[in-house]
């Protein structure tokens, strides 16, 4: 659903807001780094990028209102691949160096390009419809806990747990599994917080944007995710 009101800015964040917020504060790069070679985080998450088209490309192909689908789809998957390929060889390709916002970005132009409008709609309506029919009862029950803090944890953990369904609950049941341990390392590599050598061994990487708190944020990170 679209809103025809007027946009304004989130009265909370620091104004000016072009010069004091940032939507991606993953350390992707330092200034140390050679910007004609991407870092290890920008090749995670490149990898990232790259492992998601044959799931985008299959959901672009079942898009019922757009004719020759699997034609744009494969279109799609193509130019996308290339695109990301590029971004390896000289990360200041297409507007780089990447992070999370210019892939979405491009990713989303592509399909645009092609012929799709949202890939996505169909699963949104069903998702919205069945959410829609369970929203009164929620309101209802958070509204009978007296407690205001309880009360206000309660909608703070059912935000986290809409962002959470988001990923899909294949890989949120994975993510919770013992074999998701075994790719630990490689989230905390698209996380900008270590480094992996060659030889697999695993070393913290010396982030300013988080000084001396980065190794008490993997704890926290095992610990959200169930892995200490």
């Known amino acids: 659903m679209e809103s025809s009101g007027e946009m304004v800015a989130f009265p909370l964040l620091t104004t000016p807001i072009e010069s004091n917020y940032r939507a991606c504060t993953i350390p992707y790069r330092f200034p140390s780094d050679n910007p004609k070679n991407p870092t ?20 672009a192909e079942s898009d019922e209102t757009v004719p020759d689908a699997h034609i744009k789809a494969e279109k799609f998957a193509q130019r ?24 979405c970005r491009i990713r989303d132009q592509i399909l645009r390009e092609v012929g799709f409008r949202d890939i996505f709609k169909k699963v949104k309506d069903e998702e919205n419809t069945k959410a829609i029919s369970l929203f009164e009862d ?9 407690d205001g803090a309880k009360r206000v944890e309660n909608l703070v953990r059912g935000i986290f747990a809409g962002n959470i369904f988001d990923l899909g609950s294949a890989q949120v049941s ?12 490689e989230g905390y590599q698209v996380l900008g917080l270590v480094d992996l050598d060659k030889y ?3 070393s913290p990487r010396s982030n300013g944007g988080l000084g001396g708190l980065s190794q008490g944020f993997l704890c926290q990170f095992h610990v959200a995710f169930g892995l200490s």
């Not at 994975?174 to 390392?185: D, G, P, R, T």
């Open 200 to 202: 697999g061994v695993l």
């Open 138 to 146: 929620v309101v209802r029950l958070n509204d009978a806990i007296e």
């Open 80 to 103: 996308y691949t290339e695109i990301l390929e590029d971004f390896k060889k000289d990360p200041e390709s297409h507007g780089g160096p990447p992070d999370c916002i210019l892939l």
């Open 40 to 59: 290890p985080t920008e090749l995670a998450w490149i990898d990232l990028f790259l492992n998601s088209i044959p799931s985008f490309r299959k959901r």
């Open 174 to 185: 994975y993510a919770l599994s013992w074999k998701s341990l075994l790719e630990v390392n």
